[in-house]
């Protein structure tokens, strides 16, 4: 059965820097109207940075939302048009000092497909070459360097809240396990 819904009519609620929120009202697949309140993202890239001896770079960093420091791969925001490789090369610069010789696509993942309208693109980065880290100006962060195994351990045991981490980790290992 098709259960795609109508858009009948948009109406923008806020429009800021990162994001635009709107209320849609759209026709269901029995005829009847409903409200969608939709936030509009731009998407973004996060990148799981693996070295030759098996260790995976996380950074810690604040999350205002949440009230509480995070472990997370490097991540950011991607621009309106922007290819999300350059968004990934260019965000593991910044935040680890990295740059990798190989990136391996590992997909992209909807976190909060109810209401956002957001991509995360995820890729793996090897080959890796240390270099100064240089992150927005805004932007604090700690990077973090250990066991892939562990980090994996840390996502597995509910001791990683972030989802982007989690999906990243988990990929990441199924690529390296077949491809060991």
């Known amino acids: 059965m098709d259960y795609s819904e109508k858009k009948l009519s ?3 609620v806020y429009r800021g820097r990162i994001i635009t929120v709107h209320v849609d009202e759209v026709e269901l697949c029995n005829g009847r109207k409903s409200k969608r309140e939709v936030v509009d993202h731009p998407g973004g890239v996060s990148i799981v940075p693996v070295d030759g001896m098996g260790n995976v770079y996380l ?3 604040y999350r205002y939302p949440v009230g509480d420091s995070l472990l997370e791969i490097p991540a950011g925001k991607l621009e309106y048009g922007e290819d999300p490789l350059q968004c990934a090369v260019r965000e593991l610069s910044e935040e680890t ?3 990798a010789g190989k990136y391996t696509y590992l997909g992209g993942v909807s976190p909060s497909p109810g209401y956002c309208r957001e991509t995360i693109h995820i890729y793996l980065a090897t080959e890796l070459s240390a270099g ?3 992150p927005d100006e805004n932007e604090f962060l700690d990077v973090v360097k250990m066991p892939f195994d562990e980090a994996f351990r840390l996502a597995a ?5 972030d989802g982007k981490t989690i999906i990243g980790l988990l990929r990441a290992a199924q690529y390296l396990k077949q491809e060991s």
Do not use: L
């Open 59 to 61: 950074v810690r960093q």
């Open 157 to 161: 045991s509910n001791e990683m809240t």
């Open 97 to 99: 000092g990295f740059s």
């Open 132 to 134: 100064q880290s240089h």
């Open 10 to 12: 948009r109406e923008d």
